[in-house]
């Protein structure tokens, strides 16, 4: 019997969460994607015990296809199924129920995550006698089912909190296809590269602690902190535009990189070193082309949270804005790449890599593609806010990604097909990848993101004025803005 300590969490008596698991039962994928699963696990195991034999690594090969099998079906069918079904409640006929419900954001995103969890959990009891099997044969034990499975689980519920994430973007049904085809193609790779598969394959578990403990831990770390992390985004996703959706994003984010940087200071642990700089460094910069797109006039509900006095300077790094959040991005990109040349200067790592060659080589190849991907997303950013298009405002992020992509194609296909000189990469996002380190090529990166860097600062530095606490003047006189106002419903992508 559940008691009322229970549903006061408002877990289990979740409605959405509820709907959810109704949803599941009633559809086709649940049972079909269960028949599936133990049709297959069955043939496995039939055709296995058929030509049964000593070998030692059975019970392990066994495992593996177990496993195999459980994390198509967990990885791939439960968040695409999901996906679906959130994305449709997106849709024009259905979006109103998304802005005349009691429930609060926080609610919504957890019920839905809860069914999926459970969803989960039911696959994986089905599939627990075929695993209770593999651990009477040879080449496997406890342990090794242990760490796979927990670590396989996190992977899951990273997906399927990816999968509500991206199901709450406004997209039409043949967007929403195309995002199931790529997660698809996403999600196998991480199906192929996860640590529980490198734990199935290895079979026993002390032979693991030796040499992937360090590797073990870091990487669920990382998955713990994305799962958190996109949690954290849908439910912002899910707010109005009139509310302060970036403030818990940012702050989380910038916690966990100074919790990060106390980190390495403390252990110098090359592998945390590493994952901070590439986390970070890929956070800052996708979040730079995002904030090309938020709005640049700040609501009067958001003014109403904006702190008088000192505190409004750093405040205004954790409000919603374009301008605020090309600044957030920026200092923590700069932040990130500066710690980390003083760090490597210090030669605290030598043991690993010497100092010469992270300084001089490595580290700059970081910075020329961020300065390339930095002038790429102001330059846009500055000419559609001189063109005042509310469309092209929205859709900032989206045209500097498929610039980039093109312009990154067609010089990949001029370097490589045509036999034109590599130094044509300099043009792309990802030059660093291609080309070494080279004063010539930091002289004109800097001088590229330099004249992005102008125009946009002017527009950041307006938004910093207008950013002032709510009073009765202002609400007479509305802020002044770069772009014009936006309605608080969003469209969505046609």
């Excluded at 496997?140 to 709450?168: E, K, P, R, W, Y």
């Excluded at 713990?224 to 439910?235: E, H, K, S």
């Excluded at 950041?460 to 609400?475: G, N, W």
Aim: proline share 5%; glycine share 8%; charged share 15%.
């Amino acid at each position: 019997m559940i008691g009322p300590r229970w549903h006061h969490t408002g877990v289990l008596s979740n409605p959405v969460m509820i709907k959810e698991l109704r949803q599941t039962v009633k559809g086709k994928m649940a049972v079909l994607g269960m028949n599936f699963m133990l049709i297959v696990l069955i043939v496995i195991f039939s055709i296995s015990l058929l030509n049964f034999d000593e070998n030692e690594n059975f019970g392990r090969n066994m495992f593996y296809g177990v496993v195999s099998v459980l994390g198509i079906i967990c990885l791939i069918v439960v968040p695409m199924n999901l996906f679906n079904r959130t994305g449709a409640e997106r849709d024009p006929e259905d979006q109103d129920l998304m802005y005349i419900t009691a429930l609060s954001p926080h609610k919504i995103v957890l019920g839905k995550y809860a069914a999926g969890i459970l969803v989960v959990l039911l696959y994986g009891c089905a599939s627990l006698p075929f695993i209770a099997f593999t651990y009477l044969l040879k080449g496997v034990d406890f342990l090794a089912i242990g760490l796979a499975l927990g670590h396989g689980f996190l992977m899951v519920f990273l997906s399927i909190q990816m999968a509500i994430l991206l199901g709450c973007l406004p997209m039409n049904k043949k967007s929403r296809v195309g995002f199931m085809g790529f997660g698809v193609v996403f999600f196998w790779i991480i199906l192929s590269m996860g640590v529980p598969f490198s734990l199935s394959r290895r079979g026993m578990g002390v032979p693991f602690i030796g040499a992937l403990t360090v590797n073990f831990w870091f990487s669920t770390m990382v998955i713990v902190f994305l799962v958190v992390l996109i949690y954290l985004l849908t439910i912002a996703r899910l707010k109005p535009l009139t509310a302060n959706r970036a403030f818990v994003p940012r702050v989380y984010l910038s916690g966990m990189w100074l919790l990060g940087l106390i980190g390495i200071v403390l252990t110098r642990n090359v592998v945390l070193f590493h994952l901070w700089l590439i986390l970070f460094y890929g956070i800052s910069l996708f979040s730079l082309i995002l904030a090309t797109s938020e709005r640049d006039r700040i609501s009067a509900r958001i003014r109403r949270g904006i702190p008088d006095g000192p505190g409004r300077v750093p405040a205004f790094l954790f409000f919603s804005g374009s301008g605020s959040g090309i600044l957030w991005s920026l200092i923590t990109l700069a932040g990130t790449l500066g710690f980390s040349y003083f760090l490597g200067h210090l030669g605290w790592f030598t043991a690993y890599f010497p100092v010469g060659p992270f300084v001089n080589d490595y580290l700059p190849r970081f910075v020329m593609s961020a300065l390339s991907v930095t002038g790429y997303s102001l330059i846009f950013y500055g000419l559609t806010r001189l063109l005042r298009r509310e469309n092209l405002m929205t859709k900032t992020w989206a045209l500097t990604v498929a610039i980039m992509f093109i312009i990154a194609a067609i010089t990949g296909i001029l370097v490589e097909s045509v036999e034109k000189p590599k130094d044509l990469y300099i043009a792309t996002p990802l030059c660093g990848v291609f080309l070494k380190s080279d004063d010539l090529f930091l002289i004109l990166l800097w001088s590229w993101a330099g004249i992005a860097l102008l125009p946009s600062l002017l527009i950041v530095i307006k938004q910093f004025r207008a950013f002032k606490p709510l009073s009765d003047q202002s609400i007479a006189a509305p802020v002044p803005s770069v772009s014009p106002k936006v309605d608080d419903h969003e469209v969505p992508v046609q």
